[in-house]
Structures are given as structure tokens and as C-alpha cells.
């Protein structure tokens, strides 16, 4: 036997700032859209303001040129605190969320700098050793000071990861990727 339930129209329509914020997935559900998208706000101009201490402004020029040297790609921001290096196309085994993300990169955070060098994958666990004075979160590396950590162990993690991301999502297409540099390790 079929009943029928009236249901108020408001639940039928999708609000429109939803529609607004979020993006719609597969089988027409809205889900949140990534906040942190790659744009193109000056790197060095963002390191100049928003690193706050001589040292993170010295050991952020660092990096970036560390990174672009390593990776071919050049430094391009990632949402207003993130300064990224060469992106993949992932989909969420665990939901239907998919976006672009930095290969590598890193932020200089107020706390510490911010290392997006690392997948997380517990096969890459043992190149941790030796890396030197950090934290860890799930996949992010946090330091105090560039000085504090071997680069040659951190280019390592930067192979393993970049690898790992390549071989699980594809390579990246991006046309602006200098090879003439590219780092072995």
C-alpha cells in the first residue's frame, strides 16, 4: 500500500547560497567546495608580509627555491597561506569529494613551517629517519627552522611523495614544468 506524505515545497528546493558555496557531485548531491585553490598572488610578496620573523622570510626563499629546483615547477599560492609546487587530480577513496592539489610545498605558519612533503603512507615512514628536529601531523611536517632538518633526507621524502602522488593519481599536466633543473635523489 503507497502513502502519500506531503512534504513542504521549501525541502524540495536547494537554497540557493548552497548552490553558491557548494559544488554539485555525483548523483546531484551538493557537497562543499575546496577553499584552498590554487591563484596567482605573488609568492614573494606573500613570504615578504606574511612570515614573521627574518628567519622564516630567509628560510621560505629557501624552500621555494629548494622546491622549484627539485620539482620543475614554479611557486604558485594555494589558498591565502600555502605555496605550492607542480598539482594532481585526486577522487576521495572514502567520499565523492575530488580537487586539485600541490605535488609538494609548504607555508610559513606563525608556529612553525608548515611542510607538505610527505604522503602519509606508512611505507614511507623510514624516510623519516634521519630527517632531524620535527613534528608530525597525519601527512604534514612541521619545523621550527630550515637548519633543523637535512635536505638531502627532505628531497627524499619530496621523491617518495611526488612518486607515490604520480603513480596513485597519474602525472600532472601542467605545461609550465622547467626538467633542466630536476633533482635526482
Given at each position: 500500500m503507497f502513502i502519500e506524505v506531503p512534504v513542504p515545497l521549501s525541502l524540495l528546493r536547494i537554497d540557493k547560497e548552497i548552490k553558491k558555496n557548494h559544488q554539485r557531485g555525483k548523483g546531484g548531491i551538493y557537497m562543499a567546495e575546496?577553499?584552498?585553490?590554487?591563484?596567482?598572488a605573488d609568492v614573494f610578496e606573500f613570504i615578504k608580509t606574511y612570515a614573521n620573523s627574518e628567519q622564516k622570510r630567509e628560510d621560505s626563499l629557501e624552500l621555494v627555491k629548494l622546491m622549484q629546483e627539485f620539482t620543475g615547477?614554479?611557486?604558485k599560492m594555494w589558498g591565502p597561506s600555502m605555496i605550492g609546487f607542480g598539482s594532481y587530480h585526486y577522487k576521495s577513496d572514502r567520499s565523492?569529494?575530488?580537487?586539485?592539489?600541490?605535488l609538494v610545498g609548504f607555508s610559513p605558519?606563525?608556529?612553525?613551517?608548515?611542510?607538505?612533503?610527505y604522503s602519509g603512507?606508512?611505507?614511507h615512514a623510514d624516510?623519516?629517519?634521519?630527517?632531524?628536529?620535527?613534528?608530525?601531523g597525519k601527512a604534514c611536517i612541521y619545523i621550527k627552522k630550515l637548519s633543523d632538518i637535512d635536505l638531502v633526507v627532505l628531497k627524499r621524502l619530496m621523491r617518495a611523495t611526488i612518486d607515490f602522488l604520480e603513480d596513485t593519481y597519474g602525472r600532472t599536466?601542467?605545461?609550465d614544468r622547467d626538467l633542466s633543473g630536476l633533482s635526482e635523489i
Open positions: 575546496l577553499k584552498t585553490k590554487q591563484h596567482d615547477y614554479p611557486p565523492r569529494q575530488e580537487g586539485d592539489w600541490p605558519r606563525k608556529a612553525a613551517i608548515s611542510l607538505y612533503v603512507n606508512s611505507v624516510l623519516l629517519d634521519g630527517l632531524g628536529k620535527y613534528k608530525i599536466s601542467q605545461g
